[in-house]
């Protein structure tokens, strides 16, 4: 007693061409009656508020250009530039000065048919299609992380190349991060994620339904798993 039980659904769907709003509200059932008219009052008046700020606010978003992408990384900003990484041969990007217009790149990461030379014992039958790149800037370099498969398969491997600018690039490898030997309950070293915690600890998250997702840290100054670290799931 003296508790109030509030059961509510609220459902918002964004109407891309409209921008409209709606919102449906299941009934309220009040235990206590001091509450009553008040709670209720106030959960409506909040949810009108909600609906009338989307359907004034929200609006949709033309994009032009090469709007392309496929498992793409996290934007990355370079002076007033910004950039953007995405599965493909080679690893394609694109960039934008207004987050709207995109423009291909004018080269892939690597070239067409090219690799470093360390996949292809890391993954037999790799042939140049790189799956779900990662960047991020560290002590001056512009890392970017990506993964070597082949479909179906844990036997996989995260490499890390790395360049001083993106409006200049001059791409050199750093070799391999991680990798899988193909088993079921190895962590497959696919779709790295790098996240810099409120300490400035670096972290990446990877993997898959093979062995689940796995998170370990990275040292800044190598790009690489730092010493004595090791994934946790």
């Known amino acids: 007693r003296g508790r109030a039980t509030v059961r509510s659904i609220l459902r918002q769907i964004f ?15 009040i235990k206590d009656g001091g509450f009553g008219m008040s709670w209720k009052t106030f959960f409506c008046n909040t949810a009108l508020s909600v609906a009338a700020f989307f359907a004034s606010t929200a609006s949709a978003i033309t994009l032009s250009g090469n709007i392309n992408s496929h498992d793409p990384a996290g934007l990355i900003k370079e002076g007033g530039t910004y950039y953007h ?43 140049g299609h790189f799956w779900a790149p990662d960047v991020i800037y560290m002590n001056g370099y512009y890392y970017l992380y990506y993964s070597a498969s082949t479909f179906g398969s844990s036997r996989s491997a995260i490499g890390v190349t790395r ?10 490898d750093q070799g391999a991060v991680v990798q899988s030997n193909g088993s079921r309950n190895a962590i497959n070293a696919i779709d790295p994620a790098l996240f810099t915690d409120t300490n400035g600890n670096v972290y990446m998250s990877y993997g898959s339904w093979f062995g689940r997702i796995g998170v ?18």
């Open 15 to 29: 109407d891309t061409g409209g921008a409209s709003v709606e919102i449906y509200v299941s009934p309220i059932s």
């Open 85 to 127: 990484f995405t599965t493909g041969n080679g690893i394609w990007y694109s960039y934008s000065t207004n987050l709207t217009h995109w423009t291909p790149g004018p080269t892939t990461v690597f070239r067409n048919g090219q690799w470093p030379a360390w996949i292809n014992n890391a993954v037999p039958g790799f042939a």
């Open 163 to 172: 360049t001083t600018s993106l409006v200049s690039p001059n791409w050199q």
């Open 216 to 233: 370990v840290q990275i040292n800044p100054a190598t790009a690489k798993i730092a010493n004595g670290a090791t994934p946790a799931k």
